[in-house]
């Protein structure tokens, strides 16, 4: 299992930017796949985007154009780059890892979720 631990949330005015990072810990991090994730409050978790070992990288059409993940194998590290915020980016955003990209996109699958890192966008 993967172990994470989010940093670099904060507030923000709409079309401005933010980098999350996420270091993982625990099971191999160079052979999972991982994943970006946001929940509001009352909505369930949802998938924004994900990166496999070999670095490619698929997203939801939300925030398609305006995220970018990418990773630092020798870091253990996942990042989130966010530009073009909208008021409706603001969640908690989480990250997890699984060897399998069909267990990113259904997140109910993963386990050991971290405590996240709280994204506001302003209007």
């Known amino acids: 299992q993967v172990q994470p631990v989010e940093s670099g949330g904060g507030l923000v005015q709409a079309g401005g930017s933010l980098r999350l990072s996420c270091a993982a810990s625990?099971?191999?991090?160079?052979?999972?796949?991982m994943g970006w994730y946001r929940q509001t409050s009352g909505k369930q978790r949802e998938a924004v985007a994900s990166i496999t070992s070999d670095g490619t990288t698929k997203y939801a059409d939300s925030v398609k154009g305006r995220f970018t993940i990418s990773r630092d194998n020798a870091k253990n590290t996942v990042y989130l780059q966010m530009n073009s915020l909208k008021p409706e980016d603001t969640a908690v955003y989480y990250c997890?890892?699984?060897?399998?990209?069909?267990?990113?996109?259904?997140?109910?699958?993963?386990?050991?979720w971290g405590q996240g890192t709280q994204v506001t966008v302003s209007s």
């Open positions: 625990g099971s191999i991090f160079s052979i999972n796949a």
């Open positions: 997890n890892g699984d060897p399998l990209l069909f267990s990113i996109w259904n997140p109910s699958r993963l386990r050991s």
